[in-house]
Nanobody
């Protein structure tokens, strides 16, 4: 099994920045992809950003140009730098890891952006 723990969430005013991180542990041997999804109240979970390699990154349309994802393989960590945050970015952010077609999820971290 793989465990994911998110950290760094909280509250920020519109226009501010925040960095959230995810630490993976457990039976890790071949990570295909790590990344972030988010879910706002009464909305479906949506892609924020996922990374397989430094050259293979996908961002959700609403965060392109404002968010940056990075991965530190040696530490089984994925980070998300979020700039120019807006109230619409308010959501629970979930870390995800794909390994050998198994998809693991963290418990989520709340990000709240006030106007």
């Amino acid at each position: 099994q793989v465990q994911l723990v998110e950290s760094g969430g909280g509250s920020v005013e519109a226009g501010g920045s925040m960095r959230i991180s995810c630490q993976a542990s457990g039976d890790i041997y071949s990570i295909h992809q790590m990344g972030w999804y988010r879910q706002a109240p009464q909305k479906q979970r949506e892609l924020v950003a996922v990374i397989s390699t430094a050259e293979n990154i996908n961002y959700g349309g609403s965060v392109q140009g404002r968010f940056t994802i990075s991965r530190a393989d040696a530490k089984y960590t994925v980070n998300l730098q979020m700039n120019n945050l807006q109230p619409d970015d308010t959501a629970v952010y979930y870390c995800t890891l794909i390994q050998r077609r198994n998809n693991f999820w963290g418990p989520g971290t709340q990000v709240t952006v006030s106007s």
